[in-house]
């Protein structure tokens, strides 16, 4: 699915976005993947996962469709092979501020344990900076026959450090993002996840969740 075309005739709609959104999600025009697989591909996708000490990598990316005034908000989740352990976060940006420079406070965590206590963890919103009005209610998972754990850890530093930004940089000029979905699609590919679909700068995180194609869908209640 592309959203508003080319960006350069989807440069108003995307204005229009920015200061309508005070969360994470904004509009872009999107790269849409090769492939879909099959809905009995994406059910076996999360198959051994929970807590499993061997095997390959796996990865996940968890859902408040309701954030963001609707263009929803996601956070992220890799498995670290071999340990039966996950290392899952997010930015949250609470302040709902649309630019914070790097180094400011945007609500960035992450936290380390068992596969059922990540998702205990994000069902109940469990290290939201504040009161949460939207909790995590639904995620998406896949295995991952590559996986670099050191490489992810250090992209996560890297996304809690950097700010958050959604719309011109005042550094450059341009026009960007530097929030929720940058976030989680920058930590999945440094973990090199197999089969995550490309999320330009400015997409919507609602949309791109949908193009994960072949990744399970389920939905996830506190616990």
């Not at 919103?125 to 896949?142: E, N």
């Not at 850890?153 to 550094?171: I, S």
Request: proline fraction near 6%.
């Amino acid at each position: 699915m592309n959203i508003g075309g080319q960006r350069g005739l989807a440069f108003a709609a995307v204005i229009g976005a920015i200061v309508a959104v005070t969360g994470c999600g904004q509009p872009a025009a999107r790269a849409t993947a090769d492939v879909t697989q099959s809905s009995t591909e994406a059910t076996g996708a999360i198959t051994g996962m929970a807590g499993a000490a061997g095997g390959g990598g796996a990865a996940c990316v968890f859902v408040k469709p309701d954030g963001a005034q609707k263009f929803g908000h996601v956070g992220w989740g890799f498995k670290v092979p071999g340990a039966g352990r996950w290392v899952y976060g997010a930015v949250e940006n609470p302040s709902a501020k649309l630019y914070t420079p790097p180094g400011g406070d945007i609500g960035a965590w992450h936290a380390e344990g068992t596969y059922d206590r990540m998702l205990s963890e994000m069902s109940t919103d469990a290290h939201y900076p504040g009161t949460s009005q939207h909790p995590y209610s639904r995620y998406r998972c896949t295995k991952s026959s590559t996986y670099d754990v050191n490489r992810a850890r250090a992209m996560v530093r890297t996304v809690e450090a950097r700010g958050f930004l959604v719309g011109v940089d005042p550094r450059t000029g341009k026009l960007t993002s530097r929030d929720c979905l940058d976030a989680t699609y920058d930590v999945l590919k440094a973990y090199r996840t197999k089969g995550l679909t490309p999320a330009p700068k400015l997409s919507i995180p609602n949309v791109w969740v949908e193009e994960l194609w072949g990744w399970s869908d389920r939905q996830l209640a506190p616990r």
